[in-house]
C-alpha cells in the first residue's frame, strides 16, 4: 500500500511539472496583462516601466527557473489582479468548487443508478424509453444554455430558486467557507448543481444501462435464477454489484473531469470558485492564477484517479492493489 | 409415478425472420433416483431441453407447447413465483462453466446461505452448518475457512464441487446437470463424475445428465436420449445403446469415437454436419448426412417408436 | 382631549417614520470595484466607486454641465490660475473635517498615480489660500481645469498618512481601506463577490432627495444571469444591459429600462504604411462613402447606438452638426475607380470581439461592404486581451478602437486617435493608421491654451471638419449606455451620459 501511494507522488511531481512548463510556454500567446492593470491613456514608456517591475521582460527560461525556485517554498506567484499569492487565492476558492461537484456527484449517483437499473431491467417500458430519449437531449445541450434556462425557468418565472451566487455561508474550522449549513446556501446550489450533474448524468445512467444489461446475460445470474432467488436479489445483490464496478472505475475519472467543467457553469451563475477564477484570469491575463489554477486541477486529478484506484481495489475482491489478480 | 415427464415440448426461438423450432416436440419421463442422459452435438438442443424445465430460457427462446409434469405438476404452466419454489429447492441445477456460474463478487458463504434463506426458515447458524456439512460431503477441505473465501480463489475442480453442494443444500428431488465436467481437466473430470454417482445413489436423486462425451452417460446414467437437431432419434438404457445403437446417428456417433479407430487411420467422421435451426431439412433432419437413407425419409419425419426414430430402424 | 393627542402622536410618527423611510439597494454590476483606491486606475468602475465612496468638486449633471459639490464655487484668478472656494462643515467618514490641505494632498497624489498624471500634466500645482480656499495653477491657460476638477475626489490626509502609496500590482492599505466625503461608507468587501455599503450618517449633502440607507454591490459577469437577476428581483438594479436583453425587460411588469445616448465612438482605422493605397484621400473616402453607418445600428446594434461622421458627440464642444455620416455605393466606387483602384485591393483587418458591444459583428459587416467596393477583407477578430498587443505592433491594415474621452473633452480624441504619431509627446499614441495632417495638430494645440469656449469650439470644430474631408479615420457610430431597475427604484434621473450613476441621490420606493 505504502509503495503505491508512493508510486502515486511521483506521478503526481510529474504531473506538476508537465502542467507548469507547458502553462510557461503558452505565455506569451495569452496576451498582455498590462492593459488590464492600466488605463487608457497611460503612456507606453509608463507600461514598460511596469513591466521591467514586474520581471516580464526577462527570458522565458529565466522566469520559469525563478517560478520553481518558489515553488519548491509552496508560492506559485502572485496574482495580478488579487495582489494576493495566487495559491492562497485558489485555495479560497476552491470549497465553493469542491461543494458544487460533491452536490452534483449526489445528484448523478442518486439518479443515475436508479434510472439505469431500471432501464436495464425492463427496456422496453414507456418510462425507460423516456429516459433513455430525454440523456440523449441532455447529452446534445450544452451546459451554457441549460444553465441560462434553468436560471430563467425555477428564478424568474416560478421564483423557486436564487438565479445566482452562494448565498449565506458558515465558516469552518480552518477557513473553509460553506454553504451545505444554511437552507439559504443549500437553495442557492440547486440549480448550479442540477446544471453540473445534467453534463455527467446522461452518460452514467446509459453506462449503468449498459453494463447491467451485459451482467444479466452472464451465467451467474441464470444460476442465481435457478437457486431460486428472488428477483430483487438477483437485481440487486447479484447483478448490481457487478455492474457498478466498471462504473466505479469510469465513473470515478469523469467525476474529477467535473472540475474542469465546473467553469461554465461557475460563469453562469456568478458562482465564486475556482472555475470562475480561471476564465477571469485568462480574460485578465492573469498568470500567475492561470497557473496556479492548472496545477491545482492537475492535483486534483491526481488524487481523485488514486482514490478511484483504491476503492475499486478494496470494493472487488478478484483485485489486488498493485495489480490484477 | 414419473418423477419427471416431458410430453411433446416444443421450444421456439423468436428471431426477426420469424421462429425457428429449437425443440420440436420433444418426449421423455424420468423416474425418481434414475439418471438419464442427454447427448447430442452442440446445437441439438440438449441445453434448451435443460433450461426450459426451470423456465431459465433466456430471451428470444420460449417454450411454444408442451407439457413438463414433475411430480404431477406442470412446471411450464406455473407462474415465475411459483416456480421459484421450485427452483433450487425440489429441482437443483449443475451448469457447465464453474468459473462463469459462481458470481465473482460475492462470498462462497454468501451465494451458499441465499438459497437457504429463500427456502426455509432456519437460523444462520443452522443454514452455515448444514452450508459446511454439504462442503464436507462433496470432499472440500477445510469447509469453514471456503465459506469466507471468494470464487476466485479456488480452483476449478473445487468451484465445481461447490456448485454441487450448492444443487444437494435443499434435498432435492432432480439435478439437472449441464455438461458439468466440461470445463474441467481430464483427471477433474472423473473425480467429478464419481462424486455425482456417489452423491445420488445416496440420497436417491434422480439426475438429468446433459453431455455430449458418450464416454461420460457410459459411466453414469442408466438410461441415454439422443438428441439431433431438435428432435429424439433414440432412447435406451445406456449399455445396449453403447452395445447395439440402432439409429444410423448414433451408431455415427460411436464409430467416431477415437477408441473405435485403428491407430494411424482418419477418424470416421458422420459427413456434413448438423443443420441450423433455419435449414431443417424436409422429413427426417437426419436425412441428408445418412447413408441408409431412402425416399421415404426424405419426405416423412420418422417418429420415436420402440425408442428409435428412423425409417429404417429394422436394418 | 386626551384620545386626540394620542392619535395626532401616531399619525405624527407614522409620518416621520414614513418620510424617513429607508431602504436597501441591491445593485450587479459587471465587475465589482478592482481596488478602494480612487487613484489605482483610471477605469469606468473605478470612477463608479468613486462617486459613491468620495465627492469631488465638481461634477457633471445630465446635460453634461458642471455641478458645484465640495466646492461651492469657483473663479478665474489669472489666465494660469483658478480659485476654487469649498464647502465648510464637510465631513470625512473618519469624522474628520475637510480643508483645501486635504484637497492639496489629493491633488499631489493625483500627480504621482500612473494613471491619472497624464491627465494633470498641465497643471503645476495645487496652492492652498485658506482653510477653504484653493488654487490650481496650470502651465500656461488651460481650457480644462473644471473638467480635471470632476477627478478630483478629496482623500482623508490623515486617514491616509504615511500608508499612502499607490500599488499596482501588489497590495496596499489604500486599496482595502477608505475614508472620503462620500454618501456611503464601505462596511464589507471581499473581492470579486460583493461590496457592502451603509449611507454615512453626517453626509454633508442634506438637500440630495436619495433614500438608500444600505447597497450591496455584487458583480455578475454574464449579461443574461444579471438581466434574471433583476427581472426574479435578487437585485434591484443592473448595469450594463446588453441589447439582447432590452425586449425582455420592456416587457416585464416589474422592472423598467433606460437608456442613452453614450460617448464612446466606435472607429476603424486604416493604416497608411501598411497599404501604399490608404495614402490616397480619395481611398479613404471611398471607405466612408461604402459604410452604411445607420444600417450597422438599426441590424446590428438593435438601435442602440447613436450614428458617427466625426469623433466628437453632440454636448462636447467640437462637435460639427454638418458632419454625418455619408453612405453612397456609387460615390464611392467611383472615387476607387478616380484614384486608380477599380479593381478592388486585399487588406487584413483586426477587430476585438469582447471589447465593445457587438464588436466582432461589425467588424464582418464593415468587411461585406468593403466587398461592394472590390475591397477583400481578410479578417481576424480575438479577444481583447490578445487584441491589443496587435494593435500595438500595428499588425493589420484596418483595425477597430471605441474611444473615449478621459477629460470629456474633444481634444482628446485628437491628442490621441488622429494626431501625427510623436513618440516624444506622447501624442497619437493610439493612431495606428498614421494619418498625419500637421495643421490639424497645430490646431490642438493652440485649442489647448484656448480658455475662451466659443473660440476653442470653432477650432475644435475645425479639426474635425479636416480630418472629415481627409477621411482621416472611420467612424461608426458612439455607444449607448443601458440600466434596469425594478419598478420601485426610480432610477430616471440618476444615470447619465459618463455611466457614473449618482447613486447617493437615487430614490427607492
Not at chain 1, 231 to 236: D, G, H, K, T
Not at chain 2, 140 to 167: F, K, T
Not at chain 3, 100 to 123: H, I, Q
Request: with cysteine.
Amino acid at each position: 500500500m505504502t509503495n503505491f501511494i508512493f508510486q502515486r507522488l511521483i506521478q503526481g511531481v510529474i504531473v506538476m511539472l508537465v502542467i507548469s512548463v507547458i502553462s510557461f510556454a503558452i505565455q506569451d500567446q495569452l496576451g498582455d496583462p498590462l492593459r488590464e492593470l492600466v488605463g487608457q491613456s497611460v503612456s507606453e514608456s509608463e507600461r514598460e516601466v511596469l513591466r521591467e517591475q514586474m520581471g516580464l521582460n526577462d527570458p522565458l527560461w529565466q522566469q520559469y527557473f525563478r517560478f520553481l525556485g518558489r515553488a519548491v517554498q509552496g508560492d506559485l506567484g502572485q496574482s495580478y489582479f488579487y495582489k494576493e499569492p495566487a495559491l492562497d487565492v485558489i485555495l479560497k476558492k476552491l470549497p465553493a468548487t469542491l461543494e458544487l461537484v460533491l452536490c452534483a456527484t449526489l445528484i448523478i449517483a442518486l439518479i443515475s443508478v436508479p434510472a439505469g437499473v431500471f432501464c436495464a431491467i425492463k427496456p422496453r417500458h414507456p418510462v425507460a424509453r423516456a429516459i433513455m430519449a430525454v440523456s440523449l437531449v441532455g447529452i446534445s445541450v450544452p451546459v451554457f444554455l441549460t444553465a441560462i434556462g434553468l436560471i430563467y425557468l425555477f428564478s424568474v418565472e416560478l421564483g423557486w430558486a436564487p438565479s445566482y451566487g452562494r448565498g449565506e455561508l458558515v465558516t469552518l474550522w480552518g477557513g473553509w467557507r460553506t454553504g451545505l449549513l444554511t437552507a439559504d446556501g443549500l437553495a442557492h446550489l440547486i440549480l448550479p448543481s442540477i446544471t453540473l450533474s445534467s453534463i455527467m448524468l446522461p452518460l452514467f445512467i446509459r453506462l449503468i444501462r449498459g453494463e447491467m444489461l451485459e451482467v444479466l446475460q452472464s451465467d451467474y445470474i441464470r444460476f442465481a435464477r435457478a437457486k431460486g432467488i428472488s428477483a430483487q436479489r438477483v437485481y440487486f445483490v447479484h447483478a448490481l454489484k457487478n455492474t457498478l464496478l466498471p462504473v466505479i472505475t469510469v465513473g470515478g475519472v469523469q467525476i474529477g473531469t467535473l472540475v474542469a467543467y465546473t467553469i461554465l457553469t461557475e460563469t453562469v451563475f456568478q458562482w465564486p470558485g475556482m472555475g470562475f477564477i480561471f476564465l477571469e484570469a485568462v480574460n485578465r491575463v492573469d498568470t500567475p492564477l492561470l497557473i496556479a489554477y492548472l496545477i491545482v486541477v492537475s492535483v486534483i486529478f491526481v488524487i481523485t484517479n488514486t482514490l478511484v484506484d483504491m476503492i475499486y481495489g478494496l470494493v472487488n475482491p478478484t483485485v489486488r492493489l498493485t495489480g490484477v489478480k | 409415478m414419473a418423477l419427471l415427464e416431458v410430453r411433446d415440448l416444443v421450444v421456439e426461438f423468436g428471431l426477426r425472420e420469424g421462429a425457428s423450432m429449437a425443440l420440436d416436440g420433444i418426449s421423455f419421463a424420468l423416474e425418481p433416483g434414475e439418471r438419464l442422459g442427454i447427448v447430442g452435438e452442440s446445437g441439438a438442443g440438449k441445453s434448451v431441453a435443460a433450461f426450459s424445465i426451470l423456465n431459465l430460457l433466456s430471451a428470444p427462446g420460449y417454450i411454444a407447447s408442451g407439457q413438463i409434469i414433475f411430480d404431477g405438476v406442470d412446471l411450464a404452466s406455473l407462474s415465475e413465483s411459483a416456480l421459484r419454489t421450485v427452483r433450487g429447492r425440489r429441482i437443483g441445477m449443475i451448469f457447465q462453466d464453474p468459473m462463469m456460474t459462481l458470481n465473482p463478487v460475492l462470498s462462497i458463504g454468501e451465494q451458499m446461505l441465499e438459497c437457504l434463506r429463500a427456502h426455509s426458515n432456519c437460523s444462520e447458524s443452522e443454514a452455515r452448518h448444514i452450508c459446511i456439512e454439504r462442503l464436507r460431503q462433496v470432499q472440500i477441505p477445510s469447509p469453514e475457512q471456503r465459506l469466507r473465501q471468494y470464487p476466485h480463489e479456488l480452483s476449478g475442480g473445487m468451484r465445481q464441487r461447490v456448485i454441487i453442494a450448492i444443487a444437494l443444500l435443499l434435498d432435492p428431488q432432480l439435478i439437472i446437470a449441464d455438461e458439468p465436467t466440461t470445463a474441467l481437466d481430464v483427471t477433474i473430470q472423473a473425480e467429478i463424475m464419481q462424486l455425482l454417482r456417489e452423491l445420488c445413489d445416496n440420497e436417491g436423486v434422480a439426475l438429468l445428465l446433459i453431455t455430449h462425451d458418450l464416454g461420460v452417460v457410459a459411466q453414469l446414467t442408466h438410461r441415454t436420449m439422443v438428441l439431433y437437431a431438435g428432435r429424439v432419434v433414440e432412447q435406451a438404457e445406456t449399455a445396449a445403446l453403447i452395445r447395439a445403437p440402432r439409429h444410423p446417428y448414433t451408431r455415427g456417433l460411436l464409430d467416431a469415437l477415437p477408441e473405435r479407430t485403428e491407430p494411424g487411420r482418419p477418424l470416421n467422421q458422420i459427413p456434413g454436419s448438423m443443420p441450423g435451426l433455419q435449414s431443417m431439412p424436409s422429413g427426417c433432419a437426419f436425412h441428408p448426412r445418412c447413408n441408409l437413407a431412402r425416399a421415404r425419409c426424405q419426405s416423412e419425419s420418422p417418429a420415436l417408436q420402440h425408442g428409435v426414430a428412423c425409417w429404417e430402424a429394422a436394418c | 382631549m386626551e384620545r386626540k393627542t394620542l392619535i395626532g402622536a401616531l399619525l405624527w410618527g407614522s409620518l416621520a417614520l414614513s418620510t424617513a423611510h429607508a431602504a436597501s439597494l441591491k445593485m450587479a454590476y459587471d465587475a465589482d470595484p478592482v481596488s478602494l483606491d480612487p487613484h489605482e486606475q483610471l477605469s469606468g468602475g473605478t470612477l463608479q466607486l468613486s462617486h459613491m465612496v468620495f465627492d469631488s468638486l465638481v461634477r457633471w449633471d445630465a446635460d453634461l454641465q458642471f455641478e458645484p459639490r465640495l466646492a461651492e464655487r469657483w473663479e478665474r484668478v489669472d489666465e494660469n490660475t483658478m480659485r476654487f472656494y469649498l464647502r465648510q462643515g464637510v465631513k470625512f467618514h473618519s469624522g474628520r473635517e475637510m480643508s483645501a490641505e486635504d484637497v492639496k494632498w489629493t491633488f499631489d497624489r493625483l500627480k504621482e498615480s500612473p494613471d491619472f498624471k497624464g491627465v494633470f500634466s498641465n497643471f503645476s500645482g495645487a496652492n492652498v489660500v485658506d482653510a477653504h480656499t484653493i488654487d490650481l495653477v496650470t502651465n500656461g491657460p488651460f481650457p480644462l481645469v473644471l473638467h480635471n476638477a470632476t477627478y478630483i475626489f478629496p482623500m482623508d490626509r490623515e486617514f491616509y498618512a504615511g500608508k499612502a502609496e499607490i500599488v499596482k500590482n501588489g497590495d496596499s492599505f489604500a486599496s482595502r481601506n477608505v475614508s472620503g466625503t462620500g454618501p456611503y461608507t464601505v462596511t464589507y468587501r471581499e473581492q470579486g463577490v460583493r461590496v457592502e455599503f451603509e449611507r454615512f450618517a453626517d453626509y454633508w449633502d442634506t438637500a440630495s432627495p436619495g433614500n438608500v440607507e444600505t447597497v450591496t454591490l455584487t458583480p455578475i459577469k454574464e449579461d443574461p444571469t444579471r438581466v434574471a437577476a433583476l427581472l426574479s428581483g435578487d437585485v434591484d438594479f443592473i448595469a450594463p444591459v446588453a441589447p439582447t436583453d432590452f425586449k425582455r425587460i420592456e416587457s416585464s411588469d416589474n422592472a423598467r429600462l433606460v437608456t442613452m445616448a453614450g460617448t464612446r465612438v466606435i472607429t476603424f482605422q486604416m493604416n497608411q504604411n501598411r497599404v501604399e493605397a490608404f495614402k490616397d484621400a480619395r481611398v479613404r473616402q471611398a471607405i466612408a462613402y461604402a459604410i452604411n453607418n445607420d444600417g450597422i445600428v438599426k441590424r446590428i446594434m438593435r438601435g442602440f447606438g447613436t450614428t458617427a461622421g466625426q469623433f466628437s458627440p453632440a454636448g462636447y464642444l467640437g462637435h460639427h452638426p454638418d458632419l454625418v455620416p455619408r453612405y453612397d455605393l456609387d460615390k464611392a466606387n467611383a472615387l476607387m475607380a478616380e484614384a486608380g483602384y477599380a479593381d478592388g485591393l486585399n487588406i487584413t483587418m483586426m477587430a476585438p470581439n469582447n471589447r465593445y458591444v457587438n464588436d466582432d459583428k461589425i467588424a464582418e459587416a464593415v468587411a461585406g461592404m468593403l466587398s461592394k467596393i472590390n475591397i477583400t477583407v481578410d479578417l481576424k477578430t480575438m479577444p481583447k486581451a490578445q487584441y491589443w498587443p496587435q494593435f500595438d505592433a500595428r499588425a493589420a491594415d484596418m483595425m477597430m478602437i471605441g474611444w473615449h474621452s478621459d477629460t470629456e473633452d474633444s481634444n482628446n480624441f485628437y491628442e490621441f486617435l488622429s494626431a501625427c504619431p510623436n513618440a516624444d509627446t506622447g501624442w497619437g499614441q493610439y493612431n495606428s493608421g498614421n494619418y498625419c495632417n500637421p495643421e490639424a495638430d497645430a490646431l490642438t494645440v493652440q485649442a489647448n491654451a484656448e480658455t475662451d469656449p466659443a473660440k476653442r469650439q470653432a477650432l475644435m470644430q475645425q479639426i474635425e471638419k479636416i480630418v472629415y474631408d481627409e477621411a482621416g479615420f472611420i467612424p461608426l457610430h458612439w455607444q449607448n449606455l443601458a440600466w434596469a431597475a425594478g419598478n420601485h427604484v426610480e432610477i430616471e434621473p440618476v444615470p447619465n451620459a459618463m455611466n457614473f450613476p449618482y447613486i447617493g441621490d437615487l430614490v427607492v420606493k
